[in-house]
């Protein structure tokens, strides 16, 4: 038996080994009670007609959050249409202003005592409706318009109650009374139209109107000429945001939205409203509903506390209190909806999922039981990261499911760790709101069942893959070592030839192969000091240093740590750490008396900086030169695929990755895919360019524009933010600022811009990813800012903007560098072209562009930041000491060498708060100059959607002004004559003037 030395050692190794395995983390803890008036809001949302209506769990609902009312005597009426005024009434409450509307009901009720409470409630609602711009003056004129046979009618009415005792003015305020009663009820009581729906939800809930080119989801309704011209972008930004839906027979603009539908609408709005409401919610799962005696609160009264665990490892306590003796004091209540049923929490059970809602006063108002639901398909995989299992049903739909504490994970009726089980087997997932409730694996336990024992390791063949250990009953054992078999040392990775004789170890052993090793060693090694070089590529720059994947390895990703006192070397110049960019190649130098620490580390050129990304069919392949030569050629534009001459032959880089799908290639191997397409990035070698990556294309192309919300590494898949589901392999094709990355760079959150092919099994795989935007293969951005320091070969912007997706996104202060191939044109002084030297030079005179009135200011240049009218704009702007910036717009690379500077304007709005940014890309082949008047033209042009997130073709062809533009063809200073029809062309315009025109050939 081992000694008690050696069990010790034994026991700090389970530690190591226990402080890898994923663990369930908990959070916050949240506590709510319940609300005093809940028995009443139950009573509220109890209705005897909505058995089975598709809409009842949103009834019961809306019900409890007051949005929506009975129609009386329990009865909702979800198949009868809804009221204009039962519309506008619950919009109010979905904005917050319900309290407004109540004491204008009750102001109403002051003025005409005729009123009774019902009415005078109602009309609050409108009157506040009104006021808030949900229905306006003019709508409300136009449907209260009485016809002439409404009052002929009313007067034929009054007539028949006129006596001799009326008097004139008693008959005519009869008349108007019944006018108004009867205009009231046309108005309002009438039903609403669902193109009025639509109109007033828009304007409640704040939508702006989606005009133009973006203009689509009406598009979809065979009626939409039915709705009126003005009503169009309103309805689309409904539409757009999910709040309505159309019927099978169409938008049916004329159409009545019933009351049942309309509690599933507000619905919806309430969700995106909830900070108006002052109301907060989440989901969790039901882990324990326990009553008991309140300790410590008065006498007689018991509480239930209920305890959720939320997907983020919160837990919520709800805690409702009670009295037991009798008392006229309202009892607090949780309100519960399950199974079609609203009632207390005595409806509760534990491994419930729910959705709970809670006020601002941390009330629970509600518990909504999530039905179950069930995917049968397969297991993908288990992401321990994010702790979620994703599931693919078998038509195509993907699941990410929340791993919970108590979640049922079963092999053939056996517990099983998810951790341990392989992906692609069949499953039957049980869910609700995201979370797993249970799972049933096709798979033998003995399949993923993992022993650990701890052992003392006598001997190892590495070579051999065979280990002799002794147990804890002293039986000795023959193991093999699996092909991927880890190995630690005190906490520490490390190869399998560390493994020594005579050591204490755990293993980690499935189907008698150990799978991983953790040795605990007591006896410090010395080691002496040395420098290890290791180079790769960064996968990632943060202020404390990289991560670098180094070569040979590039599936594993080491954090090093840098500092000030590191040396960071880029084109030959000392540079600061933030200038390294994802992709870089790098070499580091690692001292061992400091682990992980970089003393110096070394950008290797331009490391994979691309040049163009091209699309063509291979005519041949020339395996003894490394060349392969395509027709139909097609290079990615700013928007679009561009047509190449002819044929174009290609050198292959003797580093280059070629693949199909997943299946690396040799040049060999590519030449029996003669006929094939194929995607590909070039990269330029001393002015020659070559392909430094290529994939074969597989099915029809397609574009897509979306953020990505989720990655499932096991099964190679993307959840887009639409929802659709988009798979990348090894060979896909993936840049940044201009670099070559691989799929081990895609994060989730992150904007990409997808060139995709569809299989013929009707899933989508890329082929092509930007992580910049559509504009990512380009290799350069676009920067406005104000000049603010200046040195001999860089100068800084203040307050900076970059373009992206024709949307400025405001950036830290940036460093740009200068060579003497940058193109500068000013526009304040020069009114031409300058040398950056000429530029560098106002350095020496630091306020030639930062500051032309400092003479006035009354204090010295060198005080120009620290006087008082340098940056309050709101207080000083109209003053003549106020300062004048210079406003630059920059066009550098992705590693911030400037190509182009169109020093624009001074003004003083470098400090202004809320500027409003009008400038725009727009693209399209140049028609025609007018060098005369200095005038370009643009055919096809098109011009990019924000709203819909790709390019837009305009209607019209487009023309800038040219006086003050930058114009650069082939990224080289050229003027408006040489530029010739049909070149492709980006204009950088604001309000019609160019102030960048990027033109290709």
């Known amino acids: 038996m081992f000694a008690k030395k050696r069990m010790s050692a034994f026991l700090l190794s389970l530690v190591l080994l226990g402080s890898m395995v994923p663990v369930q983390l908990h959070g916050e803890e949240v506590a709510y009670t319940g609300v005093p008036e809940g028995a009443a809001l139950i009573r509220n949302a109890t209705y005897t007609d909505i058995k089975g209506n598709a809409n009842a769990d949103n009834i019961m609902k809306m019900s409890v959050f007051s949005l929506v009312r009975e129609y009386g005597s329990s009865l909702y009426k979800p198949s009868q249409a809804a009221a204009r005024q039962d519309v506008l009434a619950s919009l109010v409450r979905v904005i917050g202003k319900q309290e407004d509307a109540v004491k204008r009901g009750e102001q109403l009720r002051l003025q005409d005592t005729n009123l009774s409470s019902v009415d005078a409630y109602m009309r609050g609602h409108i009157e506040t409706a009104r006021s808030s711009g949900i229905i306006t003056n003019a709508e409300v004129t136009e449907l209260s318009a009485l016809t002439k046979a409404e009052s002929d009618s009313i007067r034929s009415e009054v007539n028949k109650l006129k006596t001799w005792k009326m008097t004139t003015a008693q008959y ?231 791993v919970m504490p108590d979640s049922v994970i079963l092999a053939q009726k056996e517990p099983v760790d998810i951790g341990q089980v392989e992906g692609n087997i069949p499953a039957k997932a049980v869910y609700a709101n995201g979370i797993l409730k249970s799972m049933d694996l096709e798979i033998p336990t003995e399949k993923v069942r993992n022993d650990e024992s701890a052992v003392r390791i006598l001997y190892a063949d590495t070579l051999g893959k065979i280990v002799k250990v002794l147990d804890q009953r002293d039986n000795v054992q023959y193991l093999n070592l699996a092909d991927d078999a880890v190995v630690y040392i005190n906490g520490e990775r490390q190869s399998v030839d560390a493994i020594g004789f005579d050591q204490d170890a755990v293993l980690k052993v499935a189907d008698g192969r150990i799978l991983e090793v953790r040795i605990f060693s007591d006896v410090p090694v010395e080691e002496e000091s040395y420098t290890t070089e290791i180079t790769g590529r960064i996968r990632s720059v943060a202020s404390g240093g990289i991560t670098l994947a180094a070569d040979g390895e590039p599936d594993q990703s080491v954090l090093y740590q840098a500092d000030g006192s590191t040396v960071v070397v880029k084109d030959g110049k000392t540079v600061d750490l933030s200038k390294l960019r994802q992709g870089d190649r790098a070499k580091i130098y690692i001292d061992s008396r400091r682990e992980q620490y970089i003393s110096r580390l070394e950008v290797q050129g331009e490391g994979a900086l691309i040049d163009k990304v091209y699309r063509g069919d291979i005519r041949e392949v020339l395996p003894s030169t490394g060349e392969v030569i395509l027709n139909n050629v097609y290079a990615y534009g700013y928007y679009d695929w561009i047509k190449q001459d002819g044929y174009v032959k290609f050198r292959i880089s003797d580093e280059a990755e070629l693949y199909n799908g997943n299946t690396k290639l040799d040049i060999g191997k590519l030449k029996d895919h003669v006929g094939k397409s194929l995607y590909a990035v070039s990269r330029k070698d001393y002015g020659d360019e070559e392909l430094t990556k290529a994939v074969l294309k597989e099915g029809s192309e397609d574009t897509v524009t979306k953020s990505i919300s989720s990655i499932r590494w096991t099964t190679k898949q993307m959840s887009l933010s639409d929802g659709r589901t988009v798979g990348f392999k090894d060979g896909t094709i993936i840049v940044r600022d201009g670099r070559l990355l691989d799929t081990l760079d895609l994060a989730e959150d992150e904007n990409a811009f997808i060139i995709q092919n569809k299989l013929q099994d009707g899933t989508n795989s890329a082929s092509v990813i930007s992580l910049d935007s559509f504009n990512g293969f380009s290799s350069f951005k676009i920067v406005k800012g104000y000049l603010h320091n200046m040195g001999e070969d860089y100068y800084t912007l203040e307050n900076p903007y970059e373009l992206g997706n024709n949307t400025w996104q405001e950036i830290g202060e940036e460093t740009f560098q200068l060579s003497n191939e940058t193109y500068i044109y000013d526009n304040i002084f020069v009114k031409g072209a300058i040398t950056a030297d000429k530029f560098a030079e106002s350095r020496y005179k630091p306020y030639t562009y930062t500051w032309t009135n400092y003479a006035t200011a009354g204090s010295g240049k060198d005080d120009h930041e620290d006087d008082e009218y340098h940056y309050d704009y709101d207080d000083n702007k109209n003053k003549s000491k106020y300062h004048e910036h210079a406003m630059l717009y920059v066009l550098s690379d992705g590693s911030g060498l400037t190509q182009a500077i169109n020093i624009y304007a001074k003004d003083k709005d470098s400090f202004k708060p809320d500027k409003v940014s009008t400038e725009r890309m727009i693209a399209g082949l140049l028609e025609k100059v007018d060098t005369t008047n200095g005038i370009i033209t643009l055919k096809s042009a098109r011009d990019y959607s924000p709203v819909y997130q790709r390019w837009q073709p305009l209607r019209t062809s487009v023309s800038a002004i040219t006086e003050k533009a930058v114009i650069l063809k082939n990224g080289q200073q050229t003027s408006l004559a040489e530029l010739e029809t049909d070149d492709q062309i980006y204009i950088l315009s604001n309000n019609g003037e160019a102030l960048f025109i990027l033109a290709e050939d």
Request: without cysteine.
């Open 172 to 402: 005519n305020q009869l008349i108007r009374q019944r006018t108004d009663q009867l205009s009231f009820e046309k108005t309002y009581k009438a039903p609403v139209k669902r193109e009025e729906a639509a109109l007033w939800i828009a304007r409640a809930m704040g939508l702006q109107p989606v005009k133009g080119e973006d203009t689509k989801a009406v598009f979809n309704y065979r009626d939409w000429r039915d709705i009126k011209t003005e009503n169009i972008p309103y309805v689309e930004a409904v539409l757009a945001k999910g709040l309505m839906k159309g019927t099978t027979a169409g938008f049916q603009p004329s159409g009545a939205v019933t009351r049942g539908e309309w509690a599933s609408i507000i619905s919806t709005a309430a969700a995106a409203s909830l900070e108006k409401l002052g109301y907060t919610t989440g989901v969790g799962k039901v882990m324990d509903v326990r009553m008991a005696k309140d300790i410590g609160a008065i006498e007689n009264q018991t509480a239930t506390e209920i305890t959720l665990l939320t997907p983020a490892s919160d837990t919520v306590r709800i805690k409702i209190s009670k009295k037991a003796s009798f008392t006229i004091t309202p009892q607090e209540v949780l309100p519960v909806l399950k199974n079609g049923q609203i009632g207390s929490e005595a409806l509760l059970a534990e491994g419930d999922i729910v959705e709970y809602t809670a006020t601002r006063n941390n009330e629970a108002l509600l518990l909504h039981v999530s039905a179950l639901k069930e995917a049968s398909g397969t297991f993908v995989g288990y992401d321990y990261r994010q702790n979620l299992v994703q599931i693919a049903d078998k038509n195509g739909n993907s699941y990410s499911l929340k």
